[in-house]
């Protein structure tokens, strides 16, 4: 099992522009999350789904869409990137039977 | 979603043991404790989780007394490998530590 992948590594961006950053799990979870981390703070939960077809918004989800079409793939999309969005972006994945939540290696981003 | 408090670091030495404690006055009746750890440029990853009393595995233990006000995570003998951000969550043990709330954690140096 792979887990959770995460692509891209790194991103660059420049202001307005637009991106998706991917994720995908193997383990057949319900649940995903995206999470973002700035530097030296804590993760702030974005967007989430219970299950495939079922989204919702999270503690930062201004900025942000995503949409849940299978299982394994909770993508993250940026509508029009902003310096406030530079971030190391998280994916996790979790059973509702479970007691942990399984993080993907990240993506750092940087808008300028 | 209870908010936790915990040490913003802590010093430590190889083989010492080390304890962190995480206070969570307003956790709710369902509420699990989780705590991750996370190194540089890695994902948070599952540590361990508990209701009440004593939890063991094979990395940490897990006290939790019986108002379950606060918690206490034991690292054992630790080594420099130890040095990472420690997490502290409480929220639903039955969403698989979903939806939680990841304060700015504990950061834990381990000194040779």
């Known amino acids: 099992n792979a887990g959770v992948t995460q692509t891209p590594k790194f991103q660059v961006l420049k202001t307005g522009q637009s991106m998706t950053l991917q994720c995908a799990q193997d383990?057949?979870?319900?649940?995903m999350s995206w999470y973002r981390q700035d530097p030296g703070m804590g993760l702030r939960l974005i967007h989430y789904s219970v299950g495939a077809g079922i989204t919702d918004q999270g503690e930062v989800p201004n900025g942000y869409n995503v949409s849940r079409s299978t299982t394994e793939d909770f993508p993250l999309r940026l509508l029009s990137a902003a310096p406030s969005q530079t971030s190391v972006y998280f994916c996790a994945s979790s059973s509702p039977y479970g007691d942990e939540q399984y993080f993907g290696p990240g993506t750092r981003l940087t808008v300028t | 979603l209870a908010k936790t408090t915990q040490p913003i670091s802590m010093d430590s030495y190889e083989g010492q043991e080390v304890n962190i404690t995480c206070s969570h006055n307003n956790i709710a009746t369902n509420d699990y404790i989780t705590w991750y750890q996370q190194f540089p440029s890695q994902g948070p990853r599952f540590i361990i989780q508990g209701y009440k009393t004593k939890v063991t595995n094979e990395v940490a233990s897990l006290f939790i007394p019986a108002d379950r006000k606060s918690s206490t995570l034991s690292l054992p003998r630790v080594s420099l490998s130890d040095t990472a951000v420690y997490y502290c969550l409480v929220g639903d043990g039955n969403t698989g530590g979903f939806k939680t709330i990841f304060g700015a954690g504990t950061r834990l140096f381990v000194k040779a």
């Open positions: 383990m057949n979870h319900e649940y």
